[in-house]
């Protein structure tokens, strides 16, 4: 059974700096990424990685936030720079194994001062 859990979310200052890690387990993974989400908003993709490294971040959030992930410990990590309050939303940790893809519950990421 495939499960991903997202940790390391929190209050944070803006400006400020925060690391989420998501432990996934069950399949190793082509395709993993960070997705959000805010009220009121769609969920959208904050940054992907392949199996061999390749990454693509969104428009919003190039410069400030790196993905990574340890495939010898199936772990993916998203490190989160000169964070803003628009930053602040449910972030997903995503994992994809063709033809499917899972999700986790989220972690809960505020910006505020």
């Known amino acids: 059974q495939v499960r991903l859990v997202e940790s390391g979310g929190g209050l944070v200052q803006p400006g400020g700096s925060l690391k989420l890690s998501c432990a996934a387990s069950?399949?190793?993974?082509?395709?993993m990424g960070w997705y959000r989400q805010a009220p009121g908003k769609q969920r959208d993709m904050v940054a992907r990685?392949?199996?061999?490294?390749?990454?693509i971040y969104a428009d919003s959030v190039k410069g400030r936030f790196t993905i990574s992930r340890d495939n010898a410990k199936n772990m993916l990590y998203l490190e989160m720079n000169m964070l803003k309050p628009e930053d602040t939303a449910v972030y997903y940790c995503?994992?994809?194994?063709?033809?499917?893809?899972?999700w986790g519950q989220g972690t809960q990421v505020t910006v505020s001062s």
């Open positions: 990685i392949t199996n061999v490294g390749t990454t």
């Open positions: 995503y994992a994809n194994r063709p033809p499917l893809g899972y």
């Open positions: 069950g399949s190793t993974f082509s395709t």
